[in-house]
């Protein structure tokens, strides 16, 4: 699924949880949409020509789609954050998977907190 109106990325940014690598940032917000939806900015700015903007949107596109059946439901943004310069679509795809595989071990993370009180947890 996607995100498509100015209020769902705005919550996701109003959140204020994100992962950052050397050419994208990845914003992330919980939903109650029960799947993972994704939402994708470049900028002119920072990627000056249309295919440029259109080849980054489809590979970020396609990245989402092959490990959306391991993603939690969360909103996400991602988000180009630095120049195109010297980066190959392979440099694109590998930052893109990395960040998704971040999210996923810091979610899985917050999930696996003990909680005081927990009987499962042994204490010694």
Avoid: C, W
């Amino acid at each position: 699924m996607r995100l498509h109106k100015t209020d769902e990325f705005s919550s996701v940014f109003a959140f204020r949880r994100v992962l950052r690598g050397r050419h994208f940032a990845l914003h992330y917000s919980p939903n109650s949409a029960g799947t993972p939806r994704l939402g994708l900015v470049v900028a002119k700015k920072l990627a000056k020509r249309a295919v440029q903007r259109n080849l980054v949107k489809r590979l970020g596109r396609d990245v989402f789609r092959h490990a959306q059946a391991s993603l939690p439901s969360y909103d996400l943004v991602l988000r180009l954050s630095a120049k195109l310069d010297d980066v190959t679509k392979r440099g694109m795809r590998e930052e893109m998977i990395d960040l998704l595989g971040r999210l996923n071990a810091k979610v899985n993370a917050t999930h696996r907190k003990p909680v005081q009180g927990d009987s499962s947890v042994s204490v010694p």
